[in-house]
């Protein structure tokens, strides 16, 4: 059975038996304690902890995963052994407080031995040690015999956390045979031997503070087969390696690379992780992962830049990449298709970030192998080689770290940290947790007693009749709302809740939970208490205001793809009353002439007036229609489409009738905020009168300062500043003769070739014309002028002839020490300033004895 096979058969077994068939979630988790999905489960984890309720009580699922970075890392392992994998698809089946372990038993092992066809005789099955009930199943209900059914301990009990839902598991194994070390069983036999392929979790206690397990009111069902290792049972191969998909991947390296598979160790370490990591990066960029040095992105470009080492070592001096990027999109494409639309956009990520790393790697390779090759027997490499490794040359610490292991040399980690600790800093607060919510049971226990809220505000109402659930902590909670709960980068609704008995003005309106609208109170009249009817008022200016930016938002986005091309995509939004803002990916500035394209498209939507349409249909059919979805937003199986003119995306938010009632858009900041990624605002409507209305306000004011009509500002501008010219060049001069008159003054007092004089009150700058003017004179050979200077402090400066026994800095060396001061070092001429006025005189008197020394 090929992979794509047991892909449609294990859906099909299930879907067959009530399941809903679930596609993949994307590779970033909508979970702030994950970088990435880490398991089939993660996307279902609201539904285990009971903060969302499903619409469905039954699912099955094919999920691509990733294991490589915090405590889920597989990274340093890929390619060294027959199993590890950063990226790879779990196969799952999961019940919601419907079937237990009965069901889940039994048809794990009717689709195992049934529809895989694996023998019976060769699989192995483990449970919690106090499962008595699961073992009885196997046993009684399955047939399986109990000489092949070991109890385990900790290897068989899952749990989130120290507390919340867990439960005993059950795992199904694999034996490989005699060959693959020895027998016994799971439990006591060889890991290379006995292989597991599923696990069954048995979600059935909430675990206690004090330790205590509380039998949950819904047990529920997450099982997880690692479809890889399912393949290497089925097509009768020792190595993940062997299979299918990766037998063709590593077909292409070998091309790509020149090298066997199979002739040699190293280089099939090599080979193996350029087609692993291959897969991972075109995975990860597709679900919108961008190479960083933060979070997600750090350990994107750490996967890149290992498989580009990697390559190096093979001897390969031309990017490689690009290529196994089109093979994992010709092997994995037809089951992931969004990797065929995305294949241009990934190849040419992966392809900038493999040229920018080729450019420092054979350099830094050098510098560390000279660095190795310097220790002392036992030595480390020094943190300040792998920051500069880091730093200058883009190799990522990890990569570092296994370079050195291969020579069997540590790395000074501390000392690396110390020289990063500003990045590790930013890396860490990227991945802090989400905020404990204080009153979470109490916002559940709404949800359990009232359901979600009634949800009006993507309908025409903005004044509603409602009923007050509970007021906790500072919000209010409504039975309906025709507020707008912040989403989709769109600020919530402010307004009024008026009850008989009192009144507050909502200041925010977000989600407590997942469809539960919680309304963020400020001030306050009277009380509000539970079981009142209420009358509940969006603040519509503010709303109108919304709606004109996020459609404008919308537009704008259109625009942007149709200048810059497709590979743009949102990486963020804030749709706010006074302006909007849009984060989207793009790699070159937008120039000028792009800018103006942009504005022109939108103002053409608007001016033509398209009606804005909304409506809710299947997520297959929006895509059929072309409506654009990006990562970070959560969609069901039913979302709502907006259609505003050209443009047609998945969105909730709130928008406009018509694409007139937008008004002019006008961008008025556009800018780079990080690596790959940039920043547009713009603001609509009355906004944009407002901005005009004063930029017309300020260029009345310069005309009158002018004295010029409007229409003649750039003209007298021009004027002016050529009158200005005229008089800096009449005061040059001027300045010129008086500094030659007072030059002739202080001439005068020359003494056997030299003057010495304090001078005070003038422009730093002068100075040195100043003396330059005094040396020009016949009879003067050296000059020192010191004074405080225009705007304070002490301005020192030489000339000295061509030819003479001192050097100007030598005058001034000494005397500038005397006025807190320093400076040139010239022959002819020196500068020099200082601090401290009061030691002029001293310091001109160790000029006059340097002369006379001299």
């Given amino acids: 059975m090929q992979a794509n096979e047991l892909r449609r058969a294990f859906t099909e077994f299930f879907a067959e038996r009530g399941h809903t068939a679930v596609p993949s979630a994307g590779l970033i988790p909508n979970d702030p304690t994950l970088l990435f999905t880490v398991a089939g489960m993660v996307p279902f984890k609201p539904f285990f902890l009971g903060e969302e309720t499903p619409a469905f009580r039954r699912a099955v699922s094919v999920q691509k995963c990733v294991r490589a970075g915090g405590k889920h890392n597989d990274l340093e392992e890929v390619g060294r052994t027959s199993r590890h994998l950063t990226f790879f698809e779990m196969l799952g089946n999961f019940s919601f407080g419907d079937y237990f372990k009965r069901e889940a038993i039994s048809w794990a092992w009717e689709f195992v031995t049934g529809r895989l066809g694996l023998d019976p005789e060769r699989l192995w099955v483990t449970v919690h040690v106090s499962d008595d009930e699961a073992e009885r199943i196997w046993i009684d209900e399955v047939g399986v015999p109990a000489a092949r059914i070991q109890r385990l301990d900790k290897d068989n009990f899952w749990q989130a956390g120290d507390t919340g839902p867990c439960g005993p598991c059950s795992e199904i194994f694999w034996d490989k045979g005699p060959a693959f070390g020895a027998e016994g069983g799971p439990a006591h036999g060889s890991d290379e031997r006995y292989i597991e392929i599923w696990n069954l979790v048995f979600m059935q206690f909430d675990g206690q503070p004090d330790g205590t397990r509380v039998p949950l009111p819904r047990p529920s069902i997450d099982t997880g087969a690692g479809l890889e290792r399912v393949l290497t049972v089925l097509q009768g191969v020792d190595s993940v390696w062997d299979i299918d998909e990766f037998a063709r991947l590593l077909d292409v390296a070998q091309q790509v690379s020149g090298v066997r598979y199979g002739i040699d160790p190293a280089t099939d370490v090599s080979l193996r992780i350029f087609a692993e990591h291959a897969r991972t990066m075109t995975f990860l960029v597709s679900d919108g992962v961008f190479p960083s040095n933060e979070g997600r992105g750090y350990v994107l470009r750490r996967i890149i830049r290992r498989a580009v080492r990697h390559a190096y070592l093979l001897g390969l001096a031309e990017p490689v990449m690009p290529r196994m990027v089109d093979a994992v999109v010709e092997v994995m494409g037809a089951d992931y298709p969004e990797l065929v639309r995305s294949h241009d956009f990934v190849r040419g990520v992966i392809t900038r970030e493999e040229d920018n790393f080729r450019r420092t790697l054979a350099t830094g390779s050098t510098i560390l192998d000279e660095a190795l090759a310097s220790l002392p027997p036992g030595g480390s490499l020094t943190g300040a080689t792998a920051f500069q490794l880091h730093d200058t040359y883009g190799f990522p610490l990890e990569v570092t770290e296994e370079i050195t292991a291969e020579r069997g040399v540590g790395v000074d980690v501390a000392g690396f940290e110390a020289e990063m600790a500003e990045q590790r800093r930013r890396a860490k607060d990227a991945r802090k947790g989400a905020e404990v919510d204080e009153h979470l049971e109490q916002h559940q226990d709404l949800v359990e007693q009232f359901g979600p809220t009634e949800y009006l505000a993507r309908g025409p109402e903005t004044v509603a009749s409602v009923r007050v659930l509970a007021v906790i902590g500072d919000a209010v909670f409504l039975d309906r709302t025709p507020f707008y709960a912040e989403a989709g980068g769109q600020q919530g609704d402010h307004g009024t809740i008026v009850t ?61 793809r149709r200048v810059l091309g497709d590979h743009v995509r949102q990486q963020g939004s804030l749709v706010a009353p006074d302006r909007l803002r849009f984060d989207f990916s793009h790699y070159d500035s937008i120039t000028g002439e792009q800018l103006a394209e942009i504005e022109d498209l939108v103002a053409g939507e608007v001016l033509a007036n398209h009606p804005v349409r909304t409506y809710e249909t299947s997520k297959s059919h929006a895509e059929e229609v072309g409506a654009l979805a990006f990562f970070g937003d959560k969609y069901g199986d039913v979302v709502r489409v907006v259609e505003a003119g050209p443009s047609v995306e998945l969105c909730g938010g709130t928008h406009v009738r018509q694409t007139g009632d937008i008004g002019s858009v006008r961008v008025v900041a556009e800018g780079s905020i990080g690596s790959n990624i940039r920043r547009i605002e713009a603001i609509t409507g009355f906004d944009t009168v407002v901005r005009l209305r004063e930029t017309e306000g300020r260029l009345r004011q310069a005309a009158d300062l002018l004295n010029v009509g409007v229409d003649e500002v750039v003209e007298g501008i021009e004027r002016r500043l050529a009158q200005l010219r005229s008089l800096e060049s009449e005061l040059r001069q001027l300045r010129r003769r008086a500094t030659l008159d007072r030059a002739a003054e202080i001439a005068a007092t020359v003494t056997d070739g030299a003057v010495v004089a304090r001078v005070d009150g003038l422009p730093r700058d002068d100075y040195r014309d100043l003396a330059l003017a005094v040396r020009a004179f016949d009879g003067v050979a050296v000059v020192v002028l010191a004074g405080e200077a225009d705007g304070g402090g002490v301005a020192m400066v030489a000339a000295v002839r061509p030819g003479g026994a001192l050097t100007a800095g030598a005058l001034l060396a000494n005397a500038a020490k005397l006025v807190k001061g320093g400076g040139g070092r010239g022959d002819e001429l020196a500068v020099a300033g200082g601090k401290d006025v009061g030691g002029i005189e001293a310091a001109l008197d160790v000029v006059r004895g340097a002369l006379a020394a001299g």
Avoid: C, F, K, M
């Avoid at 003005?505 to 400020?522: C, K, N, S």
């Fill in 500 to 560: 008989e008995t009192g009144s507050v003005r909502v200041a925010e309106t977000t989600y407590a939970l997942p469809g539960l609208v919680r309304h963020v109170v400020g001030a306050r009249e009277g009380g509000i208490y539970p079981g009142q009817v209420a009358e509940a008022v969006v603040d519509l200016g503010r709303r109108d205001a919304l709606r004109r930016n996020h459609t404008g938002t919308h537009l704008l986005h259109w625009a942007l």
